[in-house]
């Protein structure tokens, strides 16, 4: 059985094609030993397709809709497009590891196709990281390395759900509590003076 992989990363989303993993084993030490000789890997893992994001909003969209377990369109088209069609009533000849075991729920609920998320698709996930600038001649770390320090700061701030008046909000309430502190401060020496005096 065939097995496709799909990764998702900054700047879109990409689909690999793993086969003659025999190669490597199919167990995970095996893979991992494997995953940092390039030229072994690379055997073993080609790309197919890949879909780039068409601006920082849509991959902020698509990142958040992943970490949720939700297929977006654009990934229902994507997938539709590059894998291999599987004729009705037939199973599929081949099945798509994912990282995510919540976004290969949603796949197969609404494509009927297979998804594995297990230690062995993690790791081969794990190479296809490590080496994507090699398989995607046009990516250049850099860019690579930028479009993932942006997303990383949206989806942060996102999830934060971040406020730019927040740091204001801090300097208000730590005026509003000296200004309380010296009322309680006059209230307690007004006390201690009502207090002394009646004792002489």
């Known amino acids: 059985m065939a097995l496709y992989l799909l990764f998702e990363f900054a700047s879109g989303y990409g689909l690999f ?3 003659g993993i025999d190669e490597i ?3 995970t030490e095996a893979v991992q030993g494997s995953i940092v000789d390039l030229n072994r890997f ?3 893992v080609k790309l197919t397709a890949i879909q780039p994001f068409s601006s ?4 902020l969209n698509q990142c958040n ?3 949720e377990g939700l297929m977006t369109d654009e990934l229902r088209n994507f997938l539709e497009l590059n894998l291999p069609k599987v004729k009705e009533g037939k199973k599929p000849k081949f099945s798509l590891g994912v990282a995510e075991p919540k976004l290969g729920s949603q796949i197969f609920e609404v494509l009927s196709i297979p998804c594995q998320s297990n ?3 993690l790791e081969l996930l794990r190479g296809v990281r490590l080496h994507l600038h090699t398989f995607i001649r046009d990516l250049k770390e850099v860019d690579l ?3 993932q320090l942006g997303l990383g700061h949206s989806y942060s701030r996102a999830k934060v759900k971040f406020n730019v008046n927040r740091v204001d909000n801090m300097v208000i309430q730590a005026i509003s509590l000296l200004d309380t502190l010296d009322k309680d401060i ?3 020496c007004m006390r201690v003076r009502s207090i002394t005096i009646q004792a002489v």
């Open 17 to 19: 094609e793993a086969h």
């Open 25 to 27: 084993g199919q167990s």
């Open 42 to 44: 690379g055997k073993v």
């Open 56 to 59: 920082a909003a849509d991959a």
């Open 65 to 67: 809709a992943v970490s």
């Open 119 to 121: 230690d062995f698709v």
């Open 145 to 147: 390395e930028k479009a």
């Open 186 to 188: 006059n209230t307690f």
